[in-house]
């Protein structure tokens, strides 16, 4: 699975206690602020939604498009 993290720059009080709580290294400081600079390596477990008490961040489970032709087969496959 993968996962979108945002920061709200506007709402981040530059606390660093998103990066405390990321046990993955999600987050660096840039400006006084939190950003996402691995977001890739996300496990989207959300502690640092729930340890922000600015509420500035936000994890959303991606769900990639299928294609048309992935559609066909996995349709063939299961109907057999």
């Known amino acids: ?5 945002i920061v709200d ?3 981040c009080s530059g606390c660093e206690e998103c ?6 290294q999600v987050f660096e ?3 006084e602020k939190s ?8 496990l989207g477990c ?3 939604v729930e340890i922000c008490k600015d ?8 769900h990639p498009e299928m294609s048309e032709t992935a559609r066909l087969l996995l349709g063939d496959i299961l109907s057999d």
């Open 1 to 5: 699975m993968a996962f979108r993290v």
């Open 9 to 11: 720059g506007e709402k």
């Open 19 to 24: 990066l405390e709580a990321c046990t993955v």
């Open 29 to 31: 400081m840039q400006d």
């Open 35 to 42: 950003i996402p600079a691995n977001p890739e390596e996300c």
């Open 46 to 48: 959300k502690n640092c």
């Open 55 to 62: 509420k500035a961040i936000t994890v959303e489970e991606l």
